[in-house]
């Protein structure tokens, strides 16, 4: 995951997202960074082994929702294989045992385990930041978000994938998604909570973007973009193709708001911070740019399915081994393709190559689902190393606001 500080640009309008000139809506100042549910932008240099930063847990798949883009092709009824919590907090141990900081709760929809509240609780009690991410569901209400709270959930990351009900709604495949959603807001803001809104990032989305970050604007602490990869459900939605997503990384470079802005499956946004061209000046205007190592798939974060497979992350589903058989700690330090995961020679194309590669590393869950080769180069990626042919990467149309 990357994570851009807060910046002193304008939001452009959804022509800038595509090269247009627009000015927009002013953020004036607002929160730093969190530390909650994704991991920070780098981590010191590692000696061997990356650093676990976080943990996912897919504690169920069962979820009403039926999402055009779920990675997860969620169920109505639940899983009989999924780990029990006496399982569960054993894995939350060993999470903890490995150096994790953050473990998420996520799902389908967590809110479908009557335990959630003991797993959150095991999380805490063991040192780390709970996050949790629970569907807008009839579940979602006032008196489970209370319990959230008091069992110590520290961020909770709902979705919002349209500026209007007919979109969103439509995106979600249920009606009342959307206004649930709303609600659910101001209820975990007044509980303490911190929220964390997730926005896909896809050909379908791309006009709401300006607009559904104008509805976050004071009212969330973080927005996290996750740039659609085809995989799960996914395959219906049309992904961003290279220029596309290049000028929205561009765009979120230099966005002005007053929360935090994360992208997932598109770690090239670090580049671009760090190269200072995303929006024409110095990257991070209420910080440094991003530093030291990224944390990507298998590089600081893994992912636990619901039946206890690991794997480098939750869209790059490819198990490496099951906690059922051996510790979480285990299969994150030895399992090849982990290992392999951190290296850059054996990675192929232009992520093998590039200088750019231990702070971004390109998103393996996409060169897998494109290729079938997760070491294979980002087909979204449309810079070009130093080392390659090409001199430098296509100029591309920078929003100004």
Not at 4 to 32: K, Y
Not at 131 to 159: C, I, M, N, Y
Not at 206 to 228: H, K, S
């Amino acid at each position: 995951m990357v994570t851009v500080g807060r910046n002193d640009r304008a939001v452009p309008s959804p022509r800038a997202i595509s090269g247009a000139r627009a000015s927009g809506v002013a953020a004036p100042s607002g929160v730093a960074a969190p530390s909650g549910v994704a991991a920070p932008s780098g981590v010191a240099a590692p000696s061997g082994v990356a650093p676990l930063v976080t943990v996912a847990w897919e504690i169920t798949r069962s979820c009403p929702l039926r999402c055009l883009h779920c990675r997860a092709d969620a169920q109505v009824r639940r899983d009989p294989r999924e780990l029990t919590l006496a399982e569960g907090q054993k894995l939350i141990g060993e999470a903890a045992a490995a150096g994790a900081r953050v473990l998420v709760v996520t799902g389908g929809d967590p809110f479908a385990r009557a335990d959630v509240f003991d797993i959150v609780r095991s999380v805490t009690e063991h040192g780390m930041h709970a996050g949790l991410s629970p569907s807008a569901t009839p579940r979602l209400t006032p008196a489970a978000l209370d319990r959230a709270a008091k069992a110590g959930t520290g961020t909770v990351h709902l979705s919002l994938d349209g500026a209007s009900e007919a979109t969103h709604d439509s995106f979600r495949g249920v009606r009342g998604s959307f206004r649930r959603t709303l609600a659910a807001f101001e209820l975990v803001r007044d509980r303490g909570m911190r929220l964390q809104v997730g926005t896909t990032v896809c050909r379908r989305t791309l006009p709401e973007l300006q607009a559904i970050a104008e509805m976050l604007e004071g009212r969330v602490d973080a927005w996290t973009l996750f740039f659609l990869v085809p995989t799960g459900r996914a395959p219906a939605l049309e992904a961003l193709g290279a220029p596309e997503q290049s000028r929205v990384l561009h765009w979120l470079a230099g966005l002005r708001a007053s929360f935090a802005v994360r992208s997932v499956e598109a770690p090239e946004l670090r580049r671009v911070l760090a190269d200072g061209r995303g929006a024409g000046h110095p990257p991070g205007g209420a910080g440094p740019p991003p530093s030291g190592v990224g944390v990507g798939d298998g590089r600081g974060f893994c992912f636990v399915s619901h039946v206890g497979d690991v794997c480098p992350s939750g869209f790059l589903q490819v198990p490496v081994g099951n906690v059922r058989e051996r510790s979480l700690g285990y299969w994150y330090e030895r399992a090849p393709l982990m290992r392999a995961l951190r290296e850059q020679a054996r990675y192929g194309g232009r992520c093998g190559i590039c200088e750019w590669w231990s702070l971004c590393g390109g998103s393996r869950a996409r060169a897998w689902a494109v290729s079938g080769d997760p070491l294979a180069e980002d087909p979204a990626c449309d810079y070009f190393p130093a080392a390659s042919a090409p001199s430098a990467s296509p100029e591309v149309p920078v929003p100004s606001g």
